[in-house]
């Protein structure tokens, strides 16, 4: 990407600056985890560490793309996303 454009679109220098985080002290937000199998970025470790963090469980999708959003079978997330979201209705 970097021959495409100037702007960095991830400084990992600022991240690891960042880390770690402290742990949540205000539970008054649900968090949804949620991820993809196959996930080169953030692999399903990273997903499980990522769940415990934040004491939830981790939702992992299968047969999609790290950006599910932009993968053709973006309608899996976006059904796991419904789902969570329709918990809180009832």
Do not use: Q
Request: with cysteine; glycine share 6%.
């Amino acid at each position: 990407m970097k021959e495409s454009s100037r702007m960095p679109l991830f400084d990992l220098r600022k991240l690891n600056a960042s880390l770690p985080m402290p742990k949540l002290t205000d539970r008054s937000t649900e968090i949804l985890v949620l991820g993809a199998k196959d996930d080169f970025l953030v692999d399903a470790k990273g997903l499980d560490e990522t769940g415990r963090f934040y004491d939830v469980s981790p939702i992992c999708i299968e047969g999609v793309a790290h950006d599910m959003m932009l993968d053709c079978s973006w309608k899996k997330g976006a059904h796991a996303i419904l789902s969570w979201l329709n918990g809180f209705s009832r």
